[in-house]
């Protein structure tokens, strides 16, 4: 039995998804996969075009044998707290040998070495002194490698799968080093292009032909979602419940806000669209995806303390009999089940977080095109193939 742990969000799950994770066993002989999938919100800061229970059904369909939830204060995270989470919580199920990914370089040394760069790099004085300044994270941070490290280690840092690639080779390290990484060379369409080949279309583009009811049949094998959730149909919640938050509430958004809750304070006393709100909240030293998380933590009550303790269960979406095999294979280090309910008994801090997911997907539920009641967070089934 070898076992690697995918980090994902199948959002939707896609023919460029389902090469990873034949690759993942062809390539590395993993006999077993699990996925650590985000949940109903996604680290690009919006929601899910499906839920995720569909979602995980996908996942199996697809490849995978056992799908676990990203809490959601993780998954509409920074890219550091993003793949720390899942990590931790691919290390808690005490039986994974590897986390595979894909990355735009293919070449796992390469990746090991940008990391080191990073490492070092945000140790450097030159880079407190760019955030000091109110640069961004990765401005701060492309300034310094530049200082110190070749262009090859300077670009593998600005390709999208490549930065989540090194955080999660960062995570791996300060976890021990027990599961090894692994990496699987992106094919296909470039991360949120809207180009593409026959077979393999970006996430991004197959949204956009999903929303807009196109056939998807040659980019998936699966297209069974029932409906789909956009957040311009929560778009006046949203901006109810920032109108309604103190200054102090913004100062509580995880990862800091450098000064952008002042922003944001004043910006939502004017804006009438969420579009809107994002142009007059933006910067040079903020990241579009990072404003749009930070609106959506406000809505969902998530703060940086949320963030200060790893998750607190790992809850599982969906399995196959493999996956079953994987459950029964390690020795765990955290509360596993499929019941939101039962994990919440386990502890204050499980509780807590499952309130947490509790009021997410109630809010989640009215973003879908037909909206659900409350409550589908205790009521929803593992899907069992």
């Known amino acids: 039995m070898k076992t690697a742990a995918v980090i994902c969000e199948y959002n939707p799950f896609h023919n460029g998804h389902k090469y990873h994770l ?13 996925c650590v999938m985000s949940g109903n919100f996604t680290q690009r800061g919006d929601v899910a075009i499906a839920d995720k229970y569909s979602r995980a059904r996908a996942a199996l369909y697809g490849g995978a044998d056992l799908v676990v939830e990203l809490p959601t204060p993780f998954a509409l995270s ?8 899942a990590c931790q919580i691919a290390d808690a199920l005490g039986c994974v040998d590897m986390l595979s990914f894909g990355s735009e370089c293919g070449d796992i040394s390469v990746l090991e070495e940008a990391a080191g760069a990073v490492h070092y ?25 530049e200082l110190y490290y070749t262009p090859d280690v300077v670009k593998t840092l600005t390709e999208p799968n490549n930065t989540l690639a090194v955080e999660y080779i960062r995570a791996l390290d300060k976890l021990g080093g027990i599961i090894k990484p692994v990496t699987v060379l992106r094919s296909g369409a470039a991360h949120d ?3 593409g080949s026959d077979t393999v279309v970006s996430a991004s583009k197959l949204r956009k032909m999903l929303s807009g009811g196109s056939d998807v049949s040659a980019y998936t094998d699966f297209t069974d979602y029932g409906c789909f959730a956009h957040i311009e149909n929560i778009e006046t919640a949203i901006l109810a419940k920032l109108r309604t938050m103190s200054k102090s509430e913004f100062e509580r958004l995880p990862n800091g806000t450098g000064g952008m809750d002042s922003r944001i304070y004043k910006a939502v006393r004017t804006a009438t669209s969420l579009p809107q709100l994002m142009l007059m909240i933006k910067s040079k030293n903020f990241t579009m995806a990072r404003i749009r998380r930070l609106i959506l933590c406000a809505f969902l009550g998530i703060t940086g303390n949320d963030l200060k303790n790893p998750p607190a269960y790992v809850r599982i979406l969906g399995m196959n009999d493999k996956g079953k095999e994987i459950l029964a294979a390690g020795e765990h280090k ?14 204050p801090e499980a509780a807590h977080l499952a309130r947490l997911e509790e009021r997410a997907g109630n809010l989640y539920a009215l973003a879908l095109d037909k909206r659900q009641p409350c409550g589908t967070e205790f009521t929803s089934k593992p899907v069992i193939i």
């Open 193 to 195: 292009s809207d180009e």
């Open 121 to 145: 790099a945000t140790e450097c004085e030159e880079f407190f002194e760019s955030m000091r300044k109110g640069e961004s994270y990765p401005v701060a941070l492309k300034k310094t490698v």
């Open 22 to 34: 034949e690759q993942t066993r062809k390539q590395y002989g993993a006999t077993h996969i699990v």
């Open 334 to 347: 955290l509360p596993v089940d499929t019941s939101l309910a039962a994990l919440a008994k386990t502890g």
């Open 78 to 85: 920074s890219a550091e707290h993003f793949a720390m989470g």
